[in-house]
């Protein structure tokens, strides 16, 4: 069995930078024909001189022949200043600003501590149509993991769509069904991206035999029936909810350690993952819609001309990938690694 889509757009992706940047970028690039790229570099992208700056070294590092587009996006601060809002706009690259509370993922350090310090920067997004990308979790100590997402939702995310009615917001990775139901009764400004970890896996695979760290991401996976909810929505048909991996490279001796990073790495397989979710539920026929029209839909763009073909059929995901061609000594663990995945490529547009 094969089914063909549109060419697909990741709508949240972790590309890195430098050698990192040159050894995940071709996954990527094969599979997409655009991608949301986070800002969460080691120094964040903070201003629209460094988003500008970072696309021409994403562009620089494409193989050879690729037209992926980076749609690049600005780190929220307390401190951004609206010019910067209204230059990010101006650039017609810069495509959203991503919101991380101070403290809530890798590299986020520099996150916001109080939205309210950030007021004013949201108001000129809103006039603008600049959307807001949402890392949904809150950071109180006090607060148990699994229950920082819809916390988040309660505290904050609520107060900002109250005040802001007209902004676009993108609340991202969500891991929740109470993260599902609130984006589902929300206005048409309010949107989701899913992971395909997320929609394949629930909590219980972070122990299956042991601590695994390579199943540890930041939202944490949650309960089977915050899955089953995830999985729902992808399948609806509901143009709020799109595709986007977070994937998320780490170098193997950061991920297997006494404090490892979150993140799982999941583009070698971005789109194949998917296709296994909505083949289970049935829903195949659906896909497109999630993985190449909702997406553009919602941040204003054109659907993408090229088409993908996918085939049914099983390959073997390495246990681990060779980080040296790109000048790291170390290797990068690929979700699934040893494992197989149902899906395949068997051609893809420019």
């Not at 006090?142 to 609520?158: N, S």
């Not at 902004?167 to 991206?193: N, Q, S, W, Y």
């Not at 899913?194 to 944490?220: D, K, S």
Request: aromatic content about 8%.
């Amino acid at each position: 069995m094969s089914i063909t889509l549109i060419r697909p757009d990741d709508w949240h992706v972790h590309l890195r930078d430098n050698a990192m940047l040159h050894a995940v970028l071709p996954d990527t690039a094969r599979r997409f024909a655009r991608a949301i790229v986070m800002p969460n570099l080691k120094l964040p992208v903070r201003t629209t001189a460094e988003a500008l700056s970072y696309r021409e070294r994403i562009l620089a590092a494409r193989p050879m022949q690729s037209a992926f587009e980076p749609l690049m996006t600005l780190y929220l601060t307390d401190n951004t200043p609206i010019v910067e809002i209204e230059r990010a706009k101006a650039s017609g690259y810069v495509h959203a600003v991503k919101y991380y509370p101070a403290g809530a993922t890798t590299h986020s350090d520099f996150g916001v501590t109080d939205i309210e310090r950030c007021y004013d920067a949201l108001a000129a997004m809103e006039a603008l149509s600049l959307p807001l990308l949402v890392h949904g979790e809150v950071t109180d100590s006090a607060v148990d993991i699994f229950d920082r997402e819809a916390v988040f939702i309660d505290r904050i995310l609520q107060r900002i769509v109250a005040r802001f009615p007209r902004l676009k917001i993108v609340l991202e990775h969500v891991t929740t069904r109470d993260g599902v139901e609130f984006v589902g009764a929300a206005p048409a400004t309010i949107a989701a991206t899913l992971t395909a970890h997320h929609l394949l896996l629930n909590r219980n695979a972070m122990f299956r035999g042991g601590l695994r760290p390579h199943a540890y991401c930041l939202p944490v996976l949650k309960r089977e029936r915050h899955r089953e909810a995830l999985v729902a929505a992808a399948i609806s048909g509901n143009p709020k909810f799109f595709l986007g991996t977070d994937s998320a490279p780490h170098a193997r001796r950061t991920k297997e350690a006494a404090c490892g990073c979150a993140g799982l790495y999941t583009a070698h397989a971005g789109i194949e993952l998917y296709a296994e979710v909505f083949k289970e539920a049935d829903a195949l026929a659906r896909l497109e819609g999630f993985a190449s029209l909702h997406g553009p839909a919602f941040y204003g763009l054109a659907q993408n001309r090229a088409r993908i073909t996918l085939v049914e059929e099983s390959w073997l995901v390495p246990p681990e990938i060779d980080l040296m061609p790109a000048g790291i000594a170390d290797s990068l663990v690929p979700f699934r690694a040893g494992e197989y995945v149902g899906f395949r490529i068997a051609e893809a547009g420019a």
